[in-house]
């Protein structure tokens, strides 16, 4: 089956302790993505990766981290959690961003709680 | 700034009714409009939209897109129970390295039976 995985689903966590969000695509897709979701807020853009080894800023990267060794897997590392990174956390991925658009196809969601 | 604004922000109708959802927005480099829906999870895709005027139909769902205007509509008839849902508004725009996706702060519809 498609998917896009993440873990851990829930999380509860205290200030200052690094965790690391993975994603996880099954499709072969080059585009990968992660966003927040605040009440009134939307969601918003952490970082993106177009391939391998190629990261951006999204809207709001601050205290975030990203990698992409490899092509399925896109890890959230957060070094020093603080309760304003209280939020659900959601990874996207997408078949390409260099040809025709393509929808993004969303995780099941991470629900992160520091403390 | 780059924005996506939808309105309204929320919605209460009853089963049968038809509903018509707004998405306007400002973002430079336009690559597309896309429609989703969620229902306490993530979001699932309903629409992407790249030319205007150009009505995309699934079911009882359509959409269309003015790209002169900078704004789209995501119009739902005969609305059902299940279509409660939030509807999130997003737009693509191409960056120096990448794209990027701005999203709306959703339309919640309420549908009574």
């Known amino acids: 089956e498609a998917q896009v995985t993440q873990n851990p689903r829930y999380l509860i966590t205290v200030t200052g302790k690094k965790l690391t969000v993975t994603c996880s695509q099954n499709m072969n897709h080059e585009y990968m993505s992660w966003y927040r979701q605040d009440p009134g807020l939307g969601l918003r853009q952490i970082y993106y990766s177009m391939n391998v080894e190629v990261t951006d800023k999204g809207d709001v990267p601050e205290g975030y981290k990203v990698s992409r060794k490899e092509k399925r897997n896109f890890p959230l590392i957060l070094e020093s959690p603080s309760p304003n990174q209280t939020s659900l956390y959601f990874c996207?991925?997408?078949?390409?961003?260099?040809?025709?658009?393509?929808?993004?196809?969303f995780g099941p969601g991470t629900r992160l709680t520091v403390t | 700034e780059d924005k996506v604004v939808q309105s309204p922000l929320s919605l209460v109708v009853h089963e049968g009714d038809t509903v018509t959802l707004n998405c306007s927005y400002e973002?430079?480099?336009?690559?597309?409009l896309l429609w989703y829906k969620q229902e306490k999870k993530a979001p699932t895709f309903l629409f992407m939209l790249?030319?205007?005027?150009i009505e995309k139909k699934s079911g009882r769902l359509s959409s269309i897109l003015d790209k002169k205007e900078l704004f789209s509509i995501l119009n739902i008839t005969a609305t059902q129970t299940g279509d409660s849902a939030v509807y999130l508004c997003a737009v693509e725009a191409l960056a120096n390295t990448g794209n990027q996706f701005y999203f709306g702060t959703g339309t919640s519809l309420t549908v009574i039976p």
């Open positions: 790249t030319s205007s005027g």
């Open positions: 973002v430079t480099n336009f690559r597309s």
């Open positions: 996207a991925s997408s078949l390409s961003w260099q040809t025709t658009p393509y929808e993004q196809y």
